[in-house]
């Protein structure tokens, strides 16, 4: 079995309050709980769309036995750092896998763990029991919203504008769609780097 579960969720949003209401020429702080839930909608449906984590989040990827072959991938991304390695030894007994025993690939679409070639590691084996490996890593663009790239920042900032403004699903008005440049901002070739 395999399971992960977010254990330190992001402290900040790529988008702020204020950018959301200079984008709409809002001048008062009367929206702003509806503003933030919006911006807090509009990450996490950009972050869906694309498959990768925007902000620092913490991870906990568990998995009853390391792979069978060199590499362990680790499903969220970018991935940032690996904090920890812990697994229950075949006597039970949890035990933190030395860093020594392997590398971190963060250049990959998926990060991984991988076992060091030039010392002939191996996986250690482990108590034959669920969840018995336990990855705790970081992963998105950075801390901070400038870390994440500007063409994802203006596809939040897009969504989380069209949420405020069109607060029902159905009205009585023209139904408008979302913004046609969210999917140009978030297509495969527009995804930068923050520094381009």
């Known amino acids: 079995m395999i399971a992960e579960t977010i254990t330190v969720q992001p402290t900040v949003e790529p988008v702020s309050i204020e950018e959301v209401r200079q984008q709409e020429g809002i001048d008062?702080?009367?929206d702003d709980v509806t503003i933030h839930r919006a911006v807090i909608a509009a990450r996490k449906a950009v972050a869906h769309e694309l498959g990768r984590v925007l902000i620092s989040t913490t991870f906990a990827y568990r998995l009853n036995v390391f792979p069978a072959g060199d590499s362990l991938w680790l499903p969220s991304s970018p991935l940032?750092?690996?904090?920890?390695?812990?697994?229950?030894?075949?006597?039970?007994?949890?035990?933190?896998?030395?860093?020594?025993?392997?590398?971190?690939?963060?250049?990959?679409?998926?990060g991984r763990i991988y076992l060091k070639r030039e010392t002939s590691q191996v996986w250690p084996g482990t108590q034959d029991k669920e969840y018995a490996v336990v990855?705790?890593?970081?992963?998105?663009?950075?801390?901070?919203?400038?870390?994440?790239?500007?063409?994802?920042?203006?596809?939040?900032?897009?969504?989380?504008?069209?949420?405020?403004?069109?607060?029902?699903?159905?009205?009585d008005e023209k139904l408008v769609e979302l913004p046609m440049g969210v999917q140009y901002l978030l297509s495969p070739d527009e995804l930068v780097s923050a520094d381009s």
Do not use: M, W
């Open 80 to 110: 940032i750092s690996v904090t920890s390695v812990v697994y229950d030894d075949a006597a039970g007994d949890s035990q933190t896998l030395a860093t020594t025993v392997y590398d971190v690939d963060t250049y990959a679409t998926l």
């Open 28 to 30: 008062t702080s009367d």
């Open 135 to 171: 990855v705790t890593y970081k992963a998105g663009y950075g801390t901070a919203p400038k870390d994440v790239p500007e063409n994802i920042r203006q596809a939040i900032l897009l969504v989380a504008a069209h949420l405020v403004v069109h607060r029902e699903a159905v009205t």
